[in-house]
């Protein structure tokens, strides 16, 4: 089935120094979705990229969607201590499955961001 | 836009007792909604989708017999751990999807089952 590897598994950074965490697909994704669930709270949505080759960007985080569409990578500027939380990548479940919307996960990256 | 409740937040029960879980998307209707269980530095593991009126799709080495899933309408599913033991303690959280395939999740749900 597919598989979605997410690294670094963790990260520590200071304040102000950059971050980014990687997504590999084992197949070809229709799209990815990001997801931010800060620590003791719920996933919450953050991007998703759908065109080959797709830079999005959200103030200080920059989302990219590789040109084959099997690769994803999310980069922080400047991290903040509001940063502080576990990213997840998510491409669309097995193709021709019969549940619309669902999701496979990464592993997620932890980052703690040092004051 | 785009909530979703989960009810309780938090559950204590004894070994062998039964908890129901309650997942509500409140200004929108889910055609599907999701289970997820999730220990501590874990990603997220899918249990089964539910579709409103059919039965649930299970992942495989869930037990459909002791997670038993309800969507009784397009706003409400319903996660029922039946028997529960120590190893079923854990983080359950919901998601929903309405028309688009954003997912948006539930606070979640922590049982400890002693």
């Known amino acids: 089935g597919q598989q979605v590897m997410q690294i670094p598994q963790y990260q520590h950074v200071q304040e102000g120094e950059d971050f980014t965490t990687y997504c590999n697909s084992s197949t070809t994704l229709s799209n990815i979705q990001w997801y931010k669930q800060r620590p003791g709270g719920h996933p919450v949505f953050l991007i998703q990229?759908?065109?080959?080759?797709e830079v999005k960007k959200q103030k200080r985080l920059t989302f990219q969607f590789g040109e084959a569409k099997k690769n994803s990578s999310l980069h922080i500027t400047a991290t903040q201590t509001t940063d502080v939380g576990t990213y997840f990548c998510?491409?669309?479940?097995?193709?021709?499955?019969?549940?619309?919307?669902?999701?496979?996960f990464g592993q997620g990256t932890i980052l703690t961001v040092h004051p | 836009g785009a909530v979703v409740s989960q009810h309780p937040s938090r559950v204590i029960c004894k070994s062998g007792t039964s908890v129901k879980i309650e997942c509500r998307s409140l200004?929108?209707?889910?055609?599907?909604m999701f289970w997820y269980r999730q220990f501590p530095k874990q990603s997220l593991m899918l249990m089964a989708t539910?579709?409103?009126?059919?039965?649930?799709?299970?992942e495989q080495g869930v037990e459909k017999d002791k997670f038993l899933i309800n969507h009784a309408s397009l706003t409400l599913s319903t996660l029922t751990v039946t028997s529960a033991h120590p190893e079923d303690s854990s983080f359950y959280i919901c998601?929903?999807?309405?028309?688009?395939?954003?997912?948006?999740f539930g606070p979640g749900t922590r049982l400890l089952v002693l």
């Open positions: 998510a491409g669309p479940g097995d193709a021709g499955g019969t549940s619309y919307g669902k999701l496979t």
């Open positions: 998601s929903a999807v309405g028309g688009g395939e954003t997912q948006y």
């Open positions: 200004d929108f209707q889910a055609t599907t």
């Open positions: 990229l759908v065109k080959s080759g």
């Open positions: 539910s579709n409103e009126g059919s039965k649930a799709t299970y």
